[in-house]
């Protein structure tokens, strides 16, 4: 007679067959395509199970709105129109502690009466749609009464809820911006708000759900953590740090130039001596343009893209068709501000830029709008090195590797176009390092591996 096996050896091969079953669902929703390998030797089984079944509750939830799942619930929401000022007042309360048990918790309200907020989350915030997943006690949703960055919403921000600190960054990164005066708002509210712990002390499932958005990148206690602690010598060889930096400081030592008529660009003159002084590239790396000693911006990609990562981080802005530094930007040639100068640009580059213009390969929006999530699980499988022709099935979510296949053409596969939008700009971070394979008209990327600079600038806090 055969004994049984082990518990902990049944309850593995169970784990095991859990995980088979969720790939091949998950395979199933992407037309056949989300073909997994297998995982990093270091990730726990149970740790992948709790990861697939989270992507699979998000790739096939329907769209409701939190109105209607108060409803389902069993509260229906009043009208404001059907309420008097009094019985609004009394019936906020019920909405926010109806909210809270569906894990959804209020913020930014004390500008706000409370029959103005009673208004303002029937018509407008839980109306608006979102996906029908049931959370648990270990994740929420963060309502955000002045976050739907308006311009609105924006200037409620500025005035009641920004600290002096923040306000100064701020106008020192839009000088322009007619900053609204500080003011103490007019009700005391959200102390009294329903609360949950940080993101940080979430486990698995809320903590996916932080990643797959673009959540505040330079928050120091979110999910995802850009440190600021670099130091000068750590990146200033690296390519995009280098070529803002030299930008920079060219354009402190110049005081100002003035932009080009036609497109307002930089001109000539200056690009001419930001390139020379940067690294000499190969003459077979230079654009067509370029061979021929045109100095136009755009004619040299380096200088180009240094310049919009200047002006998106609030480091340049360009006034009265002149360029110049901005407060915020001289204050970024001092070494000791390297770490934060390096975040800004990374931030500016895979956030608030789209990816798409420097590659001019088709846009597929959402493999830039869940980079959090890629990069976490970069940490996981390009410890050593990795072929790039395995990375989107090890990285990506089945609906962002579905787009990818639509986007490949005869010349360019899913990994390629991958390679391009996502690892190459890693690369010119200095945080992946590239193994090249020479094809017959041209070189690729074959394989991939994370750099030590990886782990010191980039942290992930998603619980076990």
């Not at 109105?67 to 129109?81: A, I, V, W």
């Not at 690009?271 to 020379?276: I, P, Q």
Request: aromatic residues 10%.
């Amino acid at each position: 007679i055969m004994s049984e096996p082990p518990r902990d050896e049944f309850e593995e091969k169970l784990l095991r067959e859990r995980i088979r079953q969720l790939r091949e669902t998950l395979d199933s929703l992407a037309d056949g395509q989300a073909v997994f390998s297998e995982p990093a030797e270091d990730m726990p089984p149970e740790m992948e199970l709790a990861f697939l079944e989270r992507v699979l509750a998000f790739e096939t939830a329907g769209r409701t709105t939190w109105l209607k799942r108060l409803e389902e619930k069993g509260y229906l929401m009043p009208p404001p129109e059907s309420l008097t000022d009094d019985e609004l007042g009394l019936e906020l309360w019920q909405v926010i502690q109806h909210l809270a048990e569906l894990r959804v918790f209020l913020y930014s309200t004390d500008h706000l009466s409370e029959q103005e907020l009673y208004r303002e989350l029937y018509n407008d915030l839980l109306v608006q749609e979102t996906l029908d997943l049931d959370m648990g006690e270990d994740s929420a949703c963060h309502l955000d009464v002045v976050g739907s960055g308006s311009e609105e919403d924006t200037a409620c921000w500025l005035r009641y809820y920004a600290d002096d600190e923040t306000r100064q960054e701020w106008i020192e990164q839009f000088p322009d911006y007619t900053l609204p005066p500080r003011e103490t708002p007019p009700y005391d509210r959200d102390r009294f708000l329903p609360k949950r712990e940080g993101l940080e002390h979430d486990p698995l499932e809320g903590a996916i759900t932080a990643l797959l958005t673009f959540a505040d990148w330079t928050a120091s206690d979110g999910p995802f953590r850009l440190s600021t602690n670099l130091q000068a010598a750590e990146v200033s060889d690296i390519e995009i740090f280098r070529n803002c930096r030299v930008l920079l400081e060219t354009l402190h030592e110049a005081g100002r130039v003035k932009a080009t008529a036609n497109l307002g660009d930089l001109p000539r003159a200056f690009n001419k001596k930001v390139n020379e002084a940067l690294p000499e590239l190969p003459h077979h790396d230079l654009p067509p343009a370029l061979r021929d000693n045109t100095n136009n911006e755009r004619s040299i990609p380096r200088v180009h893209q240094a310049r919009l990562l200047c002006k998106e981080a609030g480091l340049l802005r360009k006034h009265r068709g002149h360029f110049m530094l901005t407060r915020k930007g001289e204050s970024m040639l001092a070494p000791e501000k390297a770490g934060i100068l390096y975040r800004d640009l990374f931030v500016a580059l895979f956030r608030d830029t789209n990816l798409a213009y420097f590659d001019y390969l088709p846009e597929l929006p959402i493999l830039q709008q869940t980079i959090a999530l890629t990069l976490w699980r970069l940490s996981f499988v390009a410890r050593h090195w990795i072929d790039l022709d395995e990375l989107p099935v090890e990285v990506l979510l089945p609906s962002v590797q579905s787009d990818l296949l639509k986007a490949e053409t005869q010349y360019l596969s899913g990994a390629d176009i991958l390679g391009y939008r996502i690892i190459d700009p890693l690369a010119a971070f200095g945080l992946v390092e590239k193994m090249l394979k020479k094809e017959k008209y041209f070189t690729r990327t074959k394989a991939i591996r994370l750099t030590p600079l990886f782990d010191r600038f980039l942290s992930f806090h998603v619980g076990p």
